[in-house]
């Protein structure tokens, strides 16, 4: 985590009243977080989306005597001293979503396919296939109001492989041949790219583009199987697409706008945004980077505005201060967990406050059985071990400080439902997963391997029960309660059940 600046607006009295609030800039929870997951870093295909969810958390924190990062307004109006900057560097970004590509596989092209639990090269989300059967894959990235005396525009993109060789007459070197084509808004494709790779190798494009390349309004591009290397599976798919162009200030009628300037910052800047929002009256600029709040004025829905000097690049965010979103901040409670798990705990339970009832009533149990058993909500855990996100290495880093700090019990119960990683991005399917699974295929394993420095060896014994309620706890009780009434009376017969 970082420190984020802050406004704190309280009037002129310095105390915090009704009506007063804190405003900062927050941004949604992408993929970066989710880079410790991958054996190797460099194997994961992108930060711009999050495998497990968008929402993030933003903590405020004080310390007495410390000012920690304010924004600093900035307003100059005498634009007749300077010529506005004729463009903008604009970034576009399309990630896809439509399927979830499992990586790297763990055994041979003949066989089924058997993915890894781990998180290896290839894996994450991505776009439709692109086959031998279903060739082309084709989608179109808006890009008005392109620049041609500009720099030079350039794509980006990330083409998975999805299968490995498995041929009608011959093993090929290469397991697939495929090419990207493009086309402005009207006229014809034009190839920019082409490739053989082989198995589930990750292929990334980075090319420049002629400026009869970009369209105006729209620009498409098309991947397509070339069909020569006589296979019968050759599987692809696209996970993003990034084309960077110049391009001029208009708005286009829209009150938000992202953007980046990275020329003669050295000096202040006139920005000069036509056609703003016609229903919107309040434009602000954040440079959350330099910390700059920037006001400009607003006539006839052109809105101007000075940016003071600043450093090599700048991303720069326009908004309307009437769509400011409202945060309620939820109070958060740090435990220690040095004095909430007894160094002689040997029965660790995991779970999550929604069956916070029937855990104790599981934990009173094995305690009546001569077990010490301590009991950890995942809750607190995403505060204190994963800056707030709901993720599984707050699981993975609070038992690497448990084992490492604390102690070692012999028996870890993972108790809660948790969803597989890729079915999350569906309706309601976050405030199912009390406990956050790790791999795909889940392995709770994970969540321990090599914590006692050997291996993939254990520290403990893991369980998980996948109950979704406070009645699913108690029945499995139940029936545990059953179980071993009957085994210690066959145990005290000398019979067997």
């Given amino acids: 985590g ?5 406004n704190i607006y309280t009037g002129q ?25 991958y054996e190797n870093p460099s194997d994961q295909p992108h930060q711009g989306y999050s495998l497990f969810t968008d929402s993030a958390a933003y903590f405020l924190t004080w310390q007495s005597g410390t000012q920690g990062l304010r924004y600093n307004d900035f307003k100059e109006t005498d634009y007749q001293n300077y010529t506005p900057k004729p463009y903008y560097n604009k970034e576009v970004l399309k990630y896809f979503t439509d399927n979830y590509s499992d990586g790297l596989s763990s055994v041979n092209a003949q066989a089924n396919l058997l993915g890894l639990s781990y998180y290896t ?29 500009g720099p030079v525009p350039e794509v980006e993109a990330q083409v998975y492989g999805q299968s490995k060789a498995d041929s009608n007459n011959y093993q090929p070197v290469y397991h697939h041949h495929f090419e990207v084509l493009i086309k402005p808004s009207s006229g014809s494709f034009s190839q920019i790219f082409e490739k053989l790779t082989k198995g589930f190798n990750v292929t990334t ?16 591009l ?39 300037l990275s020329s003669g910052l050295n000096q202040k800047q006139y920005l000069n945004f036509p056609n703003y929002a016609s229903n919107k009256s309040n434009p602000v600029l954040y440079d959350p980077t330099g910390r700059y709040k920037i006001y400009g004025t607003l006539n006839n829905n052109n809105f101007q505005a000075i940016i003071p000097a600043g450093g090599p690049e700048r991303k720069l965010y326009l908004t ?11 109070k958060v409670n740090m435990v220690n967990h040095k004095n909430q798990i007894s160094s002689n705990t040997d029965f660790l339970i995991i779970s999550n406050k929604k069956l916070q009832s029937s855990v ?54 993972l108790l809660g439902k948790g969803i597989q990683n890729d079915f999350l991005r569906e309706k309601g399917k976050l405030n199912e997963n009390l406990l956050p699974t790790i791999g795909i295929p889940p392995s709770d394993n994970m969540f321990a391997a090599g914590l006692n420095k050997q291996g993939l060896a254990l520290p403990f014994a893991i369980g998980h029960i996948p109950a979704k309620s406070n009645e699913d706890v108690r029945n499995y009780l139940n029936k545990l309660r059953t179980y071993e009434t009957q085994l210690q009376m066959a145990e005290n017969n000398g019979n067997q059940i």
């Fill in 360 to 413: 104790q009533e599981y934990a009173n149990y094995r305690n009546s059985k001569g077990f010490n058993t301590s009991i950890v909500y995942v809750d607190q855990l995403f505060n204190q071990f994963y800056y707030g996100v709901h993720h599984p290495l707050a699981i993975k880093n609070f038992l690497e400080y448990l084992v490492n700090d604390i102690t070692t019990p012999e028996y870890l119960l």
């Fill in 121 to 149: 090269e290839g894996e994450g989300w991505a776009g439709p296939y692109f086959t031998v059967y279903n060739t082309k894959f084709t989608t179109t990235i808006n890009t008005e109001n392109f620049y041609s005396a």
């Fill in 222 to 260: 098309r991947f397509r199987t070339i069909r020569d290397r006589n296979l019968r599976n050759d599987v692809k798919v696209v996970t993003y697409i990034r084309i960077n162009y110049p391009s001029t200030f208009d708005l286009e009628n829209e009150s938000t706008h992202k953007f980046s």
């Fill in 13 to 37: 009295d310095g105390t915090f009243n009704s009506g007063d609030y804190i405003e900062f800039f927050g941004e949604k929870n992408r993929g970066e977080l989710d880079q410790a997951l």
């Fill in 2 to 6: 970082n420190q984020k600046p802050i």
């Fill in 320 to 330: 309307d201060s009437t769509q400011y979103k409202t945060a309620i901040p939820q």
């Fill in 205 to 220: 494009l980075n090319t420049q583009l002629n400026n009869s390349d970009i369209g105006d309004p729209t620009t498409t």
